[in-house]
């Protein structure tokens, strides 16, 4: 039996931030430096469910991903993505869950914040799952 092969660039593997670069109806390229996680060989970001980019996924499902800094200064090659807005509680909890043990108490705090912004605003968070292609150019 041969070993399984990730598809995924080693980055992913030490990265904290990506840069993910989200695409208006017109075209235009939205970068935002986001956390991460890999689970399954997919990427996955937490965010608002009325955020920009959660708005722009669910229109298009285009995307960009490279490793960044926490600005959002790409530090690699960008990645071309497909984008989707995960449904499935199972997989919602098991994202949350590789999110807890890779941030830890930074997410935790993280965490707080939002949810105090969420009673306020009454958005709730959604994950998104950003399935990678190929490098772009």
Excluded at 52 to 61: H, L, M, P, S
Excluded at 79 to 98: G, H, K, M, P
Excluded at 99 to 122: P, T
């Amino acid at each position: 039996m041969e070993p399984a092969t990730t598809l995924l660039p080693q980055w992913t593997g030490k990265a904290q931030f990506i840069n993910l670069t989200t695409f208006r109806r017109n075209g235009q390229a939205v970068p935002t430096p986001v956390w991460f996680v890999v689970y399954h060989e997919r990427l996955y970001v937490i965010t608002e469910e009325q955020s920009g980019k959660a708005k722009r996924i669910r229109a298009n499902g285009k995307a960009q991903v490279a490793p960044s800094d926490v600005r959002g200064t790409p530090l690699g090659q960008f990645f071309e993505a497909r984008a989707r807005v995960v449904q499935e509680e199972s997989l919602r909890r098991a994202v949350d869950e590789a999110f807890d043990r890779k941030y830890g108490l930074q997410r935790k705090f993280i965490e707080l914040v939002a949810r105090l912004r969420a009673r306020k605003s009454g958005d709730p968070t959604c994950i998104i799952e950003l399935e990678l292609g190929s490098p772009s150019d």
